[in-house]
């Protein structure tokens, strides 16, 4: 049973519009949560986090918001530009868990020019 | 620059065979990881290590073996590869079990006939 789920294998957007990228969780446990973005032929990188006692996290144009009631966050990236187009993964950890990462199974984001 | 490398960068082998898949980084980073991604299921930890000596199973560790007699390096062997292994691995590495960032290898593509 995956404890992370992105339930968007694919995403397409317009160049200069908002990307929304979802991801759910199960584990009641999970208190840090972050995003990857991987481009093909690459591993993946590491683009922003946020903590459980925060419900938002801005990093430029990328916005992570957190709803731990809805066991639910998600990434917004304003205004998408060409290069932001790539596989994105969600992934949870708990500390009681030596902050072991659970990935969700990604959601490939295509900007269009 | 500080890194981590992964070779081969891709691999075709027959069913089985043993396969050893190499990780080596140059940031002294105690935790190490190994990844499968496959379409769908995101990365997947298969094995991981806290230190020297130290080697734990992750999720899907049947059929993989991992060793750590130097910090820099854990190798990922595949003891008799089958087609079910045929994926793309991901080493990772970490300075500690604290919430900081996984640096993510470019990955090694293996195919197995």
């Known amino acids: 049973d995956q404890q992370v789920k992105q339930n968007s294998p694919s995403l397409s957007v317009q160049e200069g519009r908002i990307s929304i990228l979802n991801c759910d969780y199960t584990n009641s446990m999970f208190d840090y949560f972050l995003w990857y973005k991987k481009y093909p032929a690459e591993g993946p990188t590491f683009l922003i986090s946020i903590s459980s006692i925060k419900d938002k996290n801005e990093d430029g144009r990328f916005t992570v918001f957190l709803n731990k009631s809805a066991k639910h966050l998600s990434l917004h990236i304003v205004p998408s530009q060409p290069g932001d187009s790539a596989v994105y993964f969600c992934a949870a950890s708990a500390h009681n868990a030596g902050n072991m990462l659970t990935f969700g199974g990604g959601t490939r984001l295509m900007v269009k020019p | 620059d500080a890194e981590i490398t992964q070779s081969p960068r891709h691999k075709i082998t027959e069913t089985g065979r043993q396969v050893t898949l190499a990780c080596h980084q140059t940031?002294?980073?105690?935790?190490m990881f190994w990844y499968r991604q496959d379409l769908g299921h995101g990365l997947r930890l298969i094995h991981y290590s806290y230190g020297v000596q130290d080697t734990n199973k992750g999720e899907v560790s049947d059929g993989y073996s991992v060793s750590r007699s130097n910090t820099e390096d854990l190798p990922l062997t595949l003891e008799s590869a089958a087609s079910s292994q045929t994926s793309v691995y991901f080493c990772?590495?970490?300075?500690?079990?604290?919430?900081?960032?996984?640096?993510f290898g470019e990955g090694s593509r293996l195919t197995v006939l």
């Open positions: 940031w002294n980073h105690n935790n």
């Open positions: 990772a590495s970490r300075v500690d079990r604290g919430t900081g960032e996984l640096f």
